[in-house]
């Protein structure tokens, strides 16, 4: 590391540089709140104004505190800079890898350092923490990862049209159970990224990989798609489409048919006659899906209640549509579950729409799992779980069918059914999501397994540290093992994420001794 008195003018110049890089960067560029508080500490560190570098002073030129703010009662200062590391960290692992000057925000003070390297940082190996997990294959049925189309078009707001085109094939291609398919979560870590064939192979314990891209241009599409062995690096199958936009789904039918023809894959009577069933031929409906997936994705309130919107119109558009009912139904009950909307009207919506979707098409994988998501939270334990069951038998593919189940059956205290199911689906996403470690950490709270519970939530804090429920459960679990100090941070930190709102999170158990200790805990951690 290079102290600021070592460094020349022209590393100066450089960190400057490097700053202006980070700070537009895909990591930092929507959060503008980090953004400022990094180029403060920066800009007064290269400055050798290390001294104004205070909680207070912090807290009044970065966060807009009052001249009142004390920071022994307020933690917004410390637990910006706990996500400031995290966000450091991350884009250090990957787009900043190379970068000649880094950031470091070491833990105690707020003064940065800056460390200055003339050579490219090494490329991550097996050995490093951070490195990529291997995976082991599948041996025992064709493989296969469905990677994000590119979108080609002029208009780079047609990204939502290839996304679209993308979660079709999963979601037909996970269906057929002689068939591996990994989830939509960790295909779409690859988006955008350059890697070769066998190191996503390795990641994913995949052999197979389906990529492509899509052009569309007013009421026409072209699609390329080409079938890749991730072991050889031979193109196995590849074809192009150039057809009309109603055409779009025979277009999907027809690449499933020859990827199944090429792997040799039988189809069961049940897949051949349900396959593509849970479809709308009308257009605009399906552009409505499609539009509200790519803004549900983003999980902020604004970005739900958009899709809510789009699935709204969707289903009016096209009241036979029962995946647009599905969806539906995930929006609403996120609002619900986050308070955005508690009210029972939302709740009952939903139960509405999740029976219109199990109604209308009986063998839709999706409509059961949302069932059994809605069913968890009226508190109806054994018709949940019932549709947890039935969904993961119709898609033995779907990650987030057992993500479902598995939520379920801990809610109802079975913590090791419910172990199993979570398993099975971060096999299925070996990229899992934030709400995957909460799903395996809520296993170990059950189970009374608490440091793998911890281990656990802490995982999916660093995923995506705005996610309540994992610092909800450290609070929770740090407070019955009577670890004040790291209660009290979570306990904070949870205020301000919810400016200052006690209540989370709606609870979710079932189990009558699970609910009694989850009221009690909070009453103690004060998060009531």
């Not at 993308?166 to 988006?191: C, D, N, P």
């Not at 798609?225 to 074809?239: C, F, K, N, S």
């Not at 909307?341 to 509405?352: F, Q, R």
Request: net charge negative; aromatic share 10%; with cysteine.
């Amino acid at each position: 590391m290079a102290a600021l008195g070592t460094l020349t003018e022209q590393q100066i110049s450089a960190a400057r540089n490097c700053l202006d890089r980070l700070l537009g960067s895909p990591v930092f560029a929507r959060s503008e709140r980090q953004c400022r508080f990094l180029s403060f500490l920066v800009t007064e560190t290269l400055a050798n104004h290390t001294d104004r570098l205070k909680e207070y002073t912090i807290g009044i030129e970065v966060f807009d505190r009052p001249p009142t703010f004390d920071p022994a009662t307020e933690a917004i200062v410390r637990v910006e800079a706990g996500r400031l590391r995290s966000k450091l960290r991350e884009y250090y692992e990957d787009e900043g890898r190379e970068d000649t000057i880094r950031f470091e925000l070491p833990k105690g003070n707020y003064g940065i350092h800056i460390i200055s390297r003339t050579e490219p940082a090494p490329q991550r190996t097996a050995a490093n923490d951070n490195a990529p997990n291997v995976v082991p294959p599948v041996e025992d049925k064709p493989s296969l990862a469905v990677l994000p189309f590119t979108n080609m078009s002029s208009d780079p707001e047609q990204g939502y049209f290839a996304d679209g085109i993308t979660e079709g094939l999963i979601t037909e291609l996970s269906r057929i159970s002689a068939l591996f398919v990994i989830s939509r979560h960790s295909s779409f870590v690859y988006k955008g990224l350059s890697k070769r064939a066998e190191e996503i192979g390795k990641e994913l314990g995949v052999q197979y990989l389906l990529e492509g891209s899509v052009q569309r241009s007013g009421e026409r599409v072209r699609i390329t798609t080409q079938l890749v062995d991730t072991m050889t690096r031979a193109h196995i199958w590849a074809e192009r489409y150039d057809r009309s936009l109603e055409d779009i789904f025979a277009v999907q039918d027809d690449v499933i048919q020859r990827v199944v023809a090429v792997l040799q894959v039988k189809l069961t009577g049940a897949e051949k006659i349900h396959h593509g069933s849970d479809r709308s031929m009308n257009i605009a409906a399906h552009d409505c899906l499609l539009r509200g997936l790519e803004r549900f994705w983003v999980y902020t309130q604004e970005s739900v209640e958009e899709a809510c919107t789009q699935f709204k119109r969707a289903v009016e558009l096209d009241p036979g549509y029962a995946a647009g009912h599905a969806w539906l139904v995930r929006a609403l009950m996120f609002q619900w579950i986050m308070l955005w909307k508690p009210e029972s009207a939302v709740l009952e919506s939903a139960y509405e729409h999740a029976r219109m979707a199990v109604d209308l098409d009986e063998h839709q994988p999706y409509g059961h799992s949302v069932l059994c998501w809605v069913q968890l939270w009226r508190e109806q334990k054994e018709a949940s779980i019932a549709a947890g069951w039935r969904a993961v038998a119709l898609d033995p593919n779907n990650a987030d069918a057992y993500l479902f189940l598995s939520v379920a059956l801990s809610a109802a205290g079975r913590g090791e059914e419910a172990l199993h199911n979570i398993e099975k689906g971060i096999r299925l996403n070996p990229h899992p999501s934030t709400f995957y470690q909460f799903a395996l950490g809520q296993c170990y709270y059950v189970l009374g397994d608490y440091d793998r519970a911890i281990s656990a939530f802490k995982s999916g804090v660093k995923l995506k540290y705005e996610f309540l429920p994992n610092h909800l459960y450290l609070c929770l679990i740090y407070t019955l093992l009577e670890r004040e100090e790291e209660a009290r941070v979570e306990h904070d930190a949870l205020l301000v994420l919810t400016g200052g709102h006690r209540q989370i999170t709606q609870p979710i158990w079932l189990d009558e001794k699970l609910l009694k200790q989850d009221q009690l805990l909070r009453q103690r951690a004060g998060l009531v």
